[in-house]
């Protein structure tokens, strides 16, 4: 089915008050009413100016079509939004008719559904016949690498979008704790229910969703669930294969440093990494550092030269020709 806008049928613009709505509707069914326009089409467009009416000049039926037609041009193909949508009835459309429900657009019934029921007509007329849940909230957050590894509780600050009185959509500033989850990983998403968009008619608000981000830290980087370091150590400690404090997000663990480590670029720590059903591992990529000689530790790397019988680039030499 076509979408109708409802806007654009009245004349006004989306941020059109009720008294402009008021306004627009009276002067085009004074203009439009099969009683005193002699137009072709009068009869089709009166009808279709009462139902953009009905559907605008009430806050929360407003509020709906704003929310599931935010993003549908005028006579485009429209999917109804799935949820319980509760029909209106008949009703007074506010310019001294009775609105027939049979009346009403395919499009009308398919966003606000049709009469249901016997007995009054105006008991299911009025606010809160139609009921939707509110739309989910995506944003994101930025967190310590740390709070990932041990879980944590943050105090976070977002805009949300909340129903005026006059059926527009505001947002309004709101703090929320969030609980960090222990094994959490950048891009993965923490589900807040009922922290989104407000529900119309009574429905139940949405979920807030926030995408987590990692702040950056100086020493680790994290790659899914594993993370990586860069360790320095000492000419000294990577020929003779010293132990060493490394850092890891639980503490500081010994290292053995393989003799000879260039050959391994880096060593694996099993289950130092996230947390989590399978837990991440740690990479400690090593750095051998040569600090600056003098004195007494010049004339031992002279002495090593001298002893020396490695040829520490024989590797490349038949690479390079």
Known sequence: MEFKDYYKILGVERGASADELKRAYRKLARQYHPDVSKAADAEARFKE??????VLKDPEKRAA????????QSGQDFRPPPGDARGFGNRDS??????????????????????????DPRAHAGRGAFRAAG????????????????????Q??????????????????RSLNVKIPRGV?????????????????????????????????????????????RLPIAPWEAALG??????????????????????????????????????????????????????????????????SSIDVRADIKDLVK
């Open 156 to 173: 976070l600050s977002l805009d949300i979008p909340r129903l005026g009185d006059d059926g527009r959509m505001r947002t309004e500033r």
């Open 242 to 307: 010293r132990t060493v404090q490394a850092p890891t997000l639980g503490g500081w663990v010994e290292l053995k440093i393989p003799t000879g480590p260039a050959g391994r670029k880096s060593l694996r720590l099993k289950g130092r990494g996230l947390p989590g059903k399978v837990a991440g591992d740690q990479f400690v990529e090593l750095e051998v550092v040569v600090p600056s000689a003098s004195g007494a530790a010049r004339s031992l790397y002279e002495q090593l030269e001298k002893d």
């Open 135 to 154: 739309q989910p909230i995506d944003a994101r957050i930025r967190i310590p690498l740390t709070d990932a590894y041990h879980g944590a509780t943050r």
């Open 65 to 72: 079509y704003d929310q599931y037609g935010k993003d549908w």
């Open 49 to 54: 100016m009462k139902e953009a009416y009905e």
């Open 185 to 229: 990983t950048a891009g993965q998403r923490i589900r807040l229910e009922g922290q989104g968009a407000p529900g119309i008619g009574g429905g139940a608000a949405g979920d807030l969703f926030l995408q987590v981000e990692f702040e950056p830290h100086p020493v680790f980087r994290a790659q899914g669930r594993d993370i990586h370091v």
């Open 94 to 119: 506010g310019f001294g008719e009775r609105v027939d429900p049979g009346e009403f657009s395919e499009f009308f019934e398919a966003m606000f559904g049709r009469a249901r029921g016997g007995g």
